[in-house]
C-alpha cells in the first residue's frame, strides 16, 4: 500500500513564502512523474506543477516565475517553494505520483491535501 502525506502548508501573509512536502511511502520501486494540484472552494482541481522522472519541469502560468517543483527520488519526495505568494493561491494543495510501480503493479496515487491560505 502506498501513502502520500503531504505537509508545510498553513496561513501566509501576500507576499510571503511557504515550502510543501509530499513524502511517498510503501514499497515502491519507482515513480514517474510528481506533480501537485490545487483546489480552491468551488472551483476545480487544476495542475499547479508537474516534474518527469528525468527532471523536466512544468508549471501552470498562474504561478510559474514565483514556484519552483522539486524532487528527492531517493526519499521518495517532491517539494514545492511557494514565493510571492498571493490571495488567489490560497486553496487545497494536493500531491500526485504517476504511474508508482509497486510488487502489486503500476497505479497513479493522490495524497490527502494540505491547507494553503493567504490572507493579510
Known amino acids: 500500500q502506498v501513502q502520500l502525506v503531504e505537509s508545510g502548508g498553513g496561513l501566509v501573509q501576500p507576499g510571503g513564502s511557504l515550502r510543501l512536502s509530499c513524502v511517498a511511502s510503501?514499497?515502491?520501486?519507482?515513480?514517474?512523474?510528481m506533480a501537485w494540484y490545487r483546489q480552491a472552494p468551488g472551483k476545480q482541481r487544476e495542475l499547479v506543477a508537474a516534474i518527469a522522472s528525468f527532471g523536466s519541469t512544468n508549471y501552470a502560468k498562474s504561478v510559474k516565475g514565483r514556484f519552483t517543483i522539486s524532487r528527492d527520488d531517493a526519499k521518495n519526495t517532491v517539494y514545492l517553494q511557494m514565493n510571492g505568494l498571493k490571495p488567489e493561491d490560497t486553496a487545497v494543495y494536493h500531491c500526485?505520483?504517476?504511474?508508482?510501480?509497486?510488487?502489486?503493479?503500476?497505479?497513479?496515487?493522490w495524497g490527502q491535501g494540505t491547507q494553503v491560505t493567504v490572507s493579510s
Open positions: 500526485n505520483a504517476d504511474k508508482v510501480q509497486t510488487p502489486m503493479g503500476v497505479r497513479d496515487y
Open positions: 510503501g514499497s515502491i520501486f519507482s515513480i514517474n512523474a
